[in-house]
């Protein structure tokens, strides 16, 4: 914000100057009226409407009738369209180097966090970081991601039914926007927005109970809602019933996500955001993990039971979750679970809502390399596939060509 402080401090300077320029002007008035005069009070009054504009522009609540594109306008609760400021952008330029460039923005989908294996509740702490970061989509594609722990998705969080979650979220001083974060297993206002509006260097903290198990998303609902979680704010959560759920041998995390970029596919350098196509629902890229890599991210072995809680940050588009080559045995859909929810068997592709889970589960019996994909293929073109490898022994009582 420091662009905005200087940009206050010049525009009271030039009031200042102007101030002293139209008192010197009207007091020569009253001697004569020449030239010189005349021009020392046009130049006043263009000072002062100089200084008047830069000043306003200072605020730190951003002017959005200078959002880009301009004539952007919404329907949101309040007004805010998905546009980002110009001189948000201009902000972002100024301190494009304070931001941290994260290596490796996609979130390892091996990073869940064990079983609680818990009989009983009991209170859980959990602290996410809300951070802008610069890395990554693809090699030579950069862009300005906004993160829950500088990954893509956020970190992925674990509680039972019953237990009491003390969730603090801190603001890194780096970020440049107010985040929050909803979490679609809390009941309450917001889902926990409306207690963690936190500006850059702020934390705050709330309380809540996990009532009801399931595979739950969090994202950000800072306004405008769509701009936040097209930058990459998302993540999940599972509650898990009592008594867990049943042991697996691998267990992964993907989450679908969207990103808007000006200057269409492959464009590289650090592309910018492009609101227009978030609004019309025409992502540039639609990733697993926030980037597109062909580097195995899944990995298992031959007879491994394999689970893979899938998530969808959206923010338009409904995923038709596949992995080729595999048939889920069992599918929890919508990530449901709990007395009543009864899990489907056999199936091909689920569908993950955006906000919405799924978590999926089959036996890895043939090696290879699989791709998971979202079946609407056409979005392969747009980076919506990932790798899964199997290691092992071939298995020609279930796959093996003929001789
Ligand atoms: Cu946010």
Redo the contacts with the bound molecule.
């Keep these: 914000m420091y662009f905005f402080l200087v940009l206050r401090l010049l525009a009271v300077v030039v009031c200042v100057i102007a101030a002293w320029f139209l008192a010197r002007g009207m007091f020569l008035l009253r001697k004569r009226s020449d030239h010189a005069v005349r021009k020392l009070i046009d130049a006043g009054v263009a000072l002062l409407a100089a200084g008047g504009i830069a000043y306003a522009l200072s605020g730190t609540s951003y002017p959005l009738r200078f959002a880009m594109p301009p004539d952007m306008q919404a329907m949101t609760m309040d007004a805010r369209p998905a546009s980002l400021p110009l001189l948000s952008a201009l902000d972002f330029v100024m301190h494009s180097g304070s931001f941290e460039r994260v290596a490796d923005i996609g979130r390892n989908p091996g990073d869940v966090p064990p079983p609680t294996n818990r009989t009983e509740p009991t209170t859980v702490q959990i602290s996410i970081v809300?951070k802008e970061v610069i890395a990554e989509v693809a090699p030579g594609i950069s862009f300005n991601y906004?993160t829950y722990d500088g990954t893509v998705p956020g970190p992925m969080e674990r509680v039972r039914v019953g237990d009491i979650v003390d969730l603090t979220l801190t603001n890194d001083p780096t970020s440049l926007?107010?985040?929050?974060i909803d979490l679609h297993a809390v009941t309450g206002p917001g889902g926990g927005a409306s207690l963690t509006n936190v500006k850059p260097g702020e934390s705050k903290s709330f309380r809540w109970l996990a009532k009801n198990p399931g595979l739950y998303v969090y994202h950000?609902a800072?306004s405008n809602v769509s701009t936040?979680n097209s930058?990459g704010?998302y993540g999940l959560i599972l509650v898990e019933p009592e008594g867990g759920l049943p042991p697996v041998d691998k267990e992964f995390y993907l989450t679908q996500g969207e990103l808007y970029t000006l200057g269409g596919i492959g464009k590289t350098g650090l592309v910018a955001f492009d609101s227009q196509g978030l609004v019309d629902g025409n992502p540039t890229y639609v990733t697993f993990n926030g980037k597109i890599d062909a580097t195995p991210r899944l990995k298992a072995n031959v007879g491994d039971r394999v689970r893979i809680y899938v998530g969808n940050g959206g923010v338009n588009l409904i995923s038709s979750f596949h992995v080729i080559g595999e048939i889920f045995d069992t599918v929890y859909p919508e990530g449901a679970m709990g007395d009543g929810s009864a899990a489907m068997h056999n199936v091909q592709t689920t569908a993950v809502l955006p906000g919405g889970s799924s978590i999926v589960e089959f036996t890895a019996d043939v090696p290879g390399k699989y791709l998971v994909v979202d079946h609407a293929l056409a979005r392969m073109n747009k980076g919506a596939w990932a790798v899964l490898e199997v290691d092992g022994a071939n298995q020609p009582n279930v796959f093996s060509a003929i001789r």
């Design positions: 809300a906004w926007h107010p985040h929050t950000c800072t936040h930058h704010q």
